[in-house]
């Protein structure tokens, strides 16, 4: 019977299929093998797009609502709740899961040429922080909207570990390797002996001596480049005439892509137009009414990410807000980048050496660090991860497809 693998990621998806003895990586949006995790709602044609063709609708100008980091919100309170699409008509968070996940299975079988019933699903080692019930949870309502996806047989691999069998196909000899997922939504690591002589196990239980992760990752660092950057333009850490701080909750709303929307609704835009007398520059609020009433928060936030991107890719950047006022730009750099960063980059490479500490092994004896996940493309952060393990050759896989290629390694094991 045919079977995938489904990497569901928080910024980037992908699936593998089987292709005679090996695995490969199925077209999910014309040549793409990977694509974004993003669903458009077109409100003004009425239909549903996926990926890059999603942002480009969204940024076309087209009505409706765009949805990313879905991920993000399994485990959740806002998991089960309903969201407005923007044409009246609403949809729980979790249906939108489904769609998502119905679409990779329907390009899935496009390239196979049969229906598919059976897969192997990646997950972070932890949805949720320092919860075991709602890291449950998560996993739980993944394999539900899999399921009404129309997958019948689901299994689930954590994303690191399926990150080191793509990295162990590529091995002559056995090595302790910690594999360093750092995507969209969290950062996942692992500890576990790869090796030739170790490939054909199907059960690699003794393999892994220690998982670790946190919730921080791109996103994390998209929101304090909003922050740092973007929103005090609109007012953010500015002071009333009496010297304090403007209320804040609007800014941080306005930095998370799943809460952007409850800004628009109209009790809090009313909320939000009685507090002009709270702003010492009256520019501030005015811009910040622009973003409210012109509905620019997904904008906005698809702009601190472009910038941290770019400003990743070398040199500096020119954040443009010219539709929110003319010639209003703010020039980015590395240095500001590497500051707005660092609580992240610290709580990531401290959740590295615990991971070594939970294995009882020393930093000295990790032997590689295997870098996967779209956020390794951060040189800074990956720096202070070779920091934190100075003995360990660093290796970069594919930062947005080891994982699909390792889950379609453990589903050919698995199913095959």
């Known amino acids: 019977m045919p079977y995938c693998a489904i ?7 992908a699936v593998a299929l089987p292709r005679g003895e090996t695995m490969m990586l199925a077209p999910v949006e014309g040549a793409h093998t990977t694509l974004p995790t993003a669903v458009f709602f077109n409100t003004d044609e009425h239909s549903r797009s996926y990926g890059r063709a999603a942002l480009a609708e969204y940024i076309d100008g087209f ?3 765009l949805m990313r980091s879905l991920k993000s919100i399994l485990g959740s309170s806002l998991a089960d709740t309903m969201t407005d699409l923007g044409d009246g008509s609403a949809i729980k968070y979790t249906e939108i899961i489904a769609i ?23 997950r972070p080692v932890f949805f949720v922080d320092d919860d075991p019930r709602a890291d449950r949870l998560a996993q739980d309502q993944l394999e539900t909207a899999a399921r009404s996806a129309g997958l019948k047989e689901i299994h689930f691999q954590y994303e690191p570990i399926a990150a080191a069998f793509d990295y162990e196909s590529r091995l002559k000899d056995e090595a302790l390797v910690l594999v360093a997922d750092i995507g969209g939504g969290t950062s996942d690591f692992s500890l576990v002996r790869v090796g030739p002589q170790r ?3 199907i059960d690699r239980k003794d393999d892994v001596l220690a ?5 921080v990752a791109g996103t994390d660092f998209d929101r304090r480049v909003e922050l740092e950057t973007i929103l005090p333009e609109l007012g953010y850490r500015s002071l009333d005439p009496e010297g304090r701080e403007v209320p804040n909750r609007v800014y941080f709303d306005l930095a998370t892509w799943h809460l952007i929307n409850t800004i628009y609704s109209g009790k809090r835009v009313g909320e939000l137009a009685l507090m002009r007398h709270l702003y010492r520059d009256v520019r501030h609020h005015e811009r910040l009414m622009r973003v409210v009433e012109r509905r620019l928060g997904h904008s906005l936030a698809a702009r601190a990410e472009e910038a941290k991107i770019g400003v990743a890719a070398g040199g ?11 010639d209003l730009r703010i020039a980015f750099d590395e240095a500001q980048l590497i500051e707005a960063g660092t609580e992240e980059v610290h709580r990531i490479a401290q959740a590295a050496r615990e991971t070594a500490k939970a294995a009882g092994v020393s930093l000295g004896d990790v032997d590689a660090l295997y870098f996967t996940g779209g956020t390794t493309g951060l040189h800074f952060l990956t720096n202070a991860l070779c920091a934190a393990f100075p003995d360990a050759k660093a290796v970069f896989g594919d930062r947005l497809a080891s994982v699909a290629a390792g889950l379609g390694i453990h589903a050919q094991r698995i199913f095959a």
């Open 7 to 13: 990497d569901f990621g928080t910024s980037n998806s």
């Open 63 to 65: 009505d409706g609502r």
């Open 100 to 122: 998502f996940v119905a679409f990779l299975k329907r390009q899935a079988e496009a390239c196979a040429g049969v229906s598919i019933e059976r897969a192997v699903l990646g």
């Open 199 to 201: 490939m054909g196990r």
């Open 211 to 215: 998982h670790h992760g946190v919730h």
């Open 316 to 326: 500096e950047t020119s954040i443009d807000l010219d539709d929110l006022e003319a």
